[in-house]
């Protein structure tokens, strides 16, 4: 079993910043593919940037360029820096890990962009 908590969400207004993290535990060393999603109201959850445990990374056409995945393995964290942010990111954004048999998702963290 892998646990994943997220946290870093907020308000914030367009062309602001947040940076959210998510703090894994257990059976980490079995994720082969780490990654974050979002959902915003009314819509499907879609995926917005994905790491690898091999260092390659992917990004929703929509954020290229704005947010950037990372992971620090000495601190089994992930992050995801969001820059210029608009208000269609609005949304709760959850962090996902992939394991061979496995799919574990945190409890999720609202980003509610304003004017």
């Known amino acids: 079993q892998v646990q994943l908590v997220e946290s870093g969400g907020g308000l914030v207004q367009p062309g602001g910043s947040l940076r959210l993290s998510c703090a894994a535990s257990g059976r980490i060393a079995s994720i082969y593919l780490w990654g974050w999603y979002r959902q915003a109201p009314g819509k499907q959850r879609e995926l917005v940037a994905t790491a690898a445990r091999a260092g390659n990374t992917n990004y929703a056409d929509s954020v290229k360029g704005r947010f950037t995945i990372s992971r620090d393995n000495t601190e089994n964290t992930m992050y ?13 954004y959850y962090c996902n890990a992939q394991a061979v048999a496995s799919r574990y998702w945190g409890q999720g963290t609202q980003v509610t962009v304003f004017s």
């Open 80 to 92: 995801l820096q969001m820059n210029s942010l608009k208000p269609e990111d609005t949304a709760v």
